[in-house]
């Protein structure tokens, strides 16, 4: 077995709501191996949001520990996050999230820039990586000049080009059509199978059917946590 | 660093409007600045200049003799003969108050006064005819006189015509034995400074019937010992007259010293009040980074969840903030540069924009925007990301 990538530890997430208390986590437990494909899936409100930032290192519990890739991220401070963030985790975001006035080469660099990388360097990376999703032509292009694809590509290119322990996918069709939905999650599946960990966030089963293992949060809980045969078999 | 800046140009460039208006502030505040600095400096050193030309070497003594106290023009020498090393010239001044005549000609507005042979070196005169005042005239009483260029033209055609010639003064004919150098070279007027009768002083005491002379002019040998020759002609007369109401020592340079002061208390006040619209821009610099920080909401949270840390977003914005302002300040100063020289040239006066003032006005808009960009930059560094992320 691979060592554990990611260790959840009862993990609990308390918003203030006016009075009311709402627990977007009440009790999380989960092991993620490295080079897993999971699927956290869960309806809206579920808690899934909650845990993906948690995961993400963008947010920390109220309680409970978080170990991403041996390190304990509950008690850190923004700037350390921000470091863990940028060494370890590759985002895909549904919206793409691409800056509009910066062009490929710029946006896919950006993690790179942050990791105090030399320009050179940089540039040969993020060249690299866009030439992995097809883009490299493009490079010079801004990213309002693309489809929605292929804004997710290169926002796929921006997550691999920092080499990361993990990406992670948060409703990353959510914008695309069909087709190229199909597209993004192949290219998914391909990043797995060449041995890259990978954590989708998503509100469709159907797309959760894509991972290898599946995850179902329902009101903070974990209810459901197995392979994605077992998954389909309760669908 | 260096990305940061590429940032913050690219920023300026794609909100050239907001960009240009925000600068428009600065661009006043720094130009107003340099036109009033420059034009006021400008001004100093025209007076300081008029004034030097008066002599600032020079101490003028003043002292009202009484019956009982009084000092004589041969004590006065003697004081000065004591005090060579201080002192370089000293002459009596004696006002004569009386018309100047040539047959039928007659000038009242010339100033008739006895002084030493040592005048012309105070004064700094040259003379285009014939010879000075010399120690043996005053010594004799002798009844010549050395005249300004002005009325030697104006009595008798040119200086050349004039030597030898007799002037009348207060009912005394007079030998003009001396023209000295024109000193205006732009006008010649009644009352200007070629407008003069120069006698030994010691005929112009007996026309003025007065038994002694109650002013004097020192000039000193060092401009940096003002203070202790001024000093030094006081005890003398105090020892004399024994009452510090009874005489006026006044040292030129001590004069200029105040006029300085005041005139930098002018400037000062003038580019404090430039400075209030500096302000005004900087908090026009801040107003518009708080609303750059909220409509870049999300880029800062994409930035901080790819991994920017709080330092890295902190810096982005204040060099953003910053470079505006020193763009802003840079043409400022070229306008005000070039305003300043406008209004000069208009004003009469030579007005070059200074170093100091363009030094300190440059880094007076760069601190702006470090110091008003700061608190919008501060507010983007601390944005959650994931609040930052969710807004559109």
Redesign the interface.
């Given at each position: 077995m691979e060592e554990p990538l990611i260790e959840l530890r009862d993990i609990y997430k308390v918003y203030q709501m006016g009075d009311e208390e709402v627990r977007a986590s009440d009790g999380v437990s989960l092991t993620i191996r490295r080079g897993e494909f999971v699927a956290v899936v869960g309806k809206s409100g579920s808690g899934k949001s909650t845990l993906m930032?948690i995961i993400?290192a963008?947010?920390v519990p109220t309680e409970g520990e978080y170990l991403l890739g041996g390190e304990d991220t509950s008690q850190m401070s923004?700037?350390q996050l921000?470091?863990i963030?940028?060494?370890m985790i590759g985002?895909v975001?549904q919206q793409y999230?691409?800056?509009p006035?910066l062009n490929l080469l710029e946006n896919v660099e950006?993690?790179l820039?942050?990791?105090g990388i030399p320009a050179k360097e940089r540039r040969e990376r993020a060249m690299e990586s866009l030439e992995k999703v097809g883009l490299k032509e493009k490079w010079k292009n801004l990213p309002s000049q693309l489809s929605g694809g292929q804004q997710q590509r290169v926002s796929i290119a921006?997550a691999l080009a920092?080499s990361p322990s993990l990406i992670l996918a948060d409703e990353p069709t959510g914008a695309l059509d069909s087709r190229t939905s199909r597209e993004v999650l192949d290219f998914l599946k391909q990043l797995n199978q060449e041995g890259n960990t990978i954590i989708i966030i998503t509100h469709d089963s159907s797309i959760a059917l894509e991972a290898k293992r599946v995850v179902r949060i329902h009101d903070g809980k974990i209810n459901f946590d197995g392979d994605v045969n077992e998954y389909a078999a309760i669908l | 660093m260096l990305q940061s800046f590429k940032l913050a140009l690219r920023s300026i460039r794609s909100n050239k409007m907001r960009s240009f208006l925000t600068m428009l502030g600065i661009i006043i505040g720094v130009a107003s600045v340099i036109i009033l600095v420059s034009l006021v400096n400008a001004y100093m050193s025209y007076m300081t200049e008029s004034f030097a030309s008066l002599g600032t070497n020079q101490i003028n003594v003043n002292v009202i003799n009484l019956s009982s106290r009084f000092v004589s023009a041969d004590q006065m020498y003697e004081f000065y003969e004591e005090q060579e090393a201080l002192f370089d010239n000293m002459t009596p001044m004696v006002n004569v108050d009386t018309a100047v005549k040539h047959g039928s000609d007659s000038m009242s507005s010339t100033s008739v006064t006895g002084v030493s042979e040592g005048y012309l070196d105070i004064k700094d005169y040259g003379l285009v005819q014939g010879r000075n005042i010399q120690y043996s005239d005053i010594v004799s009483r002798q009844k010549v006189c050395v005249v300004g260029y002005y009325v030697a033209s104006e009595l008798y055609g040119s200086p050349e015509k004039a030597i030898d010639e007799t002037v009348k003064i207060g009912g005394y004919a007079f030998r003009i034995v001396g023209v000295t150098e024109r000193q205006d070279k732009e006008s010649m007027k009644d009352g200007g400074t070629d407008d003069f009768v120069w006698l030994p002083y010691s005929c112009a005491v007996k026309m003025s019937r007065n038994a002694n002379i109650s002013n004097y002019i020192f000039t000193i040998r060092q401009l940096d010992r003002a203070d202790e020759a001024r000093e030094q002609i006081e005890e003398f007369l105090y020892g004399i007259f024994k009452n510090e109401d009874l005489y006026n020592v006044v040292a030129m340079s001590e004069m200029l010293d105040s006029l300085n002061s005041m005139i930098a208390m002018v400037s000062a006040g003038l580019g404090g009040i430039a400075g209030i619209s500096l302000l005004v821009a900087g908090v026009g610099v801040m107003n518009i980074m708080l609303v750059s920080v909220t409509e870049r909401t999300r880029e800062i949270g994409i930035r901080k969840a790819l991994g920017a840390r709080k330092g890295v977003i902190l810096e982005q914005f204040v060099i953003e903030a910053a470079v505006q302002s020193a763009m802003g300040g840079i043409i400022g100063i070229l306008l005000g540069s070039a305003a300043t020289r406008l209004a000069g040239a208009a004003a009469g006066l030579d007005a070059t924009p200074t170093p100091s003032a363009v030094l300190i006005s440059f880094s007076v808009s760069v601190a702006i925007g470090l110091f008003f960009g700061y608190a919008p930059a501060r507010r983007a560094a601390g944005l959650n990301p994931i609040d930052a992320l969710r807004s559109e």
């Open positions: 930032n993400g963008l947010d923004d700037d921000a470091d963030r940028n060494r985002f975001f999230n691409l800056l006035k950006l993690p820039l942050y990791a921006r920092g | -």
